[in-house]
């Protein structure tokens, strides 16, 4: 008991650092010093590459990721951010008039296919058949490793009203490594405010180059869903070409591994990004523009070779004669 209090005041501590270090890492410095650290502040804060080099690279090396949560008011962001936290899902609505954080552990488990192969004499097995004695024996162990890793998750919620205010900053996603954009199923206006907002944020991302994977969830999963809204929001994913909405009920507890696939999609910066049909045909123009341009270069090389050989070929039958 007292070993897994430890383990969650840790995990305490180490979510509330990363939080506190994200949003003002001179505090985290100052804090450092205060308590009284013997070494260099300055290394104690491990600086990543920017998120659209990873994108490049199809790989992270975080281990902290910030999640913007966008949606409509009364769609279920902040019971989102309250179930990650531990805390019980309250029917009591208040609405969320400034930005509001959580954060907390989450440990993902990966499974590995291990084989093992043993060799040994066959005169150690006991068996009816005759063997020569010099045969040896092969055992095949088909074993699976499970390997948990520990990430920190920061949800950010985005309060509805402040978006147009928050989009004015072209650097406002410049610090998000996924967005998600809640909605309630069993509300048709409130999809068409969340599509309304992930569009604008789409937009926003293509225009200042900060383009970040997106999830949509499909909050309140315990009331009625709307078929009409649940099929367009799965239209609309595969149209942007990200995956199918995650349906979800804090009320009753069922969160489909919502936080798990939040951080899968930061871990994979280079999927789950929305491609609207202007980016596609941008997409398409410089790949023409680039197919054109090799076109170009080997014709000039052709035509360059072709004048190469009728100078040596002008050359040789000056000599001749």
């Not at 309140?220 to 199918?244: N, T, W």
Request: glycine share 4%.
């Amino acid at each position: 008991m007292r070993l897994f209090s430890l383990v969650h005041l840790l995990d305490g501590m180490s979510w509330v650092w990363a939080l506190m270090t994200l949003l003002d890492p001179k505090l985290s410095l100052a804090n450092l010093i205060y308590i009284g650290y013997k070494g260099n502040p300055a290394a104690a804060l491990h600086v990543t590459r920017k998120r659209s080099l990873n994108r490049k690279k199809q790989t992270t090396e975080r281990n902290v990721f910030q999640c913007y949560v966008f949606g409509s008011k009364q769609a279920g962001k902040s019971a989102l951010l309250y179930s990650l936290l531990g805390r019980p899902f309250s029917n009591n609505y208040i609405p969320t008039t400034v930005e509001q954080y959580a954060a907390n552990v989450i440990e993902l488990k990966g499974y590995t296919l291990l084989l093992i192969t043993i060799l040994g004499s066959m005169v150690d097995i006991v068996v009816e058949v005759k063997l020569e004695q010099d045969a040896f024996y092969i055992l095949i162990i088909l074993t699976i490793a499970i390997q948990v890793t520990r990430k920190i998750l920061i949800l950010r919620e985005i309060p509805e009203d402040r978006l147009p205010e928050l989009l004015s900053n072209q650097d406002f996603l410049a610090a998000c490594d996924v967005a998600v954009f809640v909605y309630d199923s069993s509300d048709e206006y409130s999809w068409k405010k969340s599509r309304d907002l992930l569009d604008k944020v789409v937009k926003n991302g293509e225009l200042t180059g900060y383009r970040t994977p997106c999830l949509v969830i499909a909050a309140k999963d315990d009331l009625s869903p709307l078929p009409r809204a649940v099929l367009d929001s799965f239209k609309v994913s595969q149209e942007l070409g990200i995956k199918a909405p995650v349906h979800v009920s804090m009320k009753l507890g069922d969160s489909s591994n919502v936080y798990n696939k939040i951080i899968n999609a930061a871990e994979n910066p280079h999927l789950s990004i929305p491609e609207t049909e202007i980016s596609r045909r941008k997409k398409q123009h410089h790949q023409f523009h680039r197919s054109l341009i090799f076109a170009l270069v080997g014709a000039a090389m052709a035509v360059a070779g072709l004048t190469a050989c009728r100078v040596r070929a002008a050359k040789k039958n000056a000599t001749t004669a």
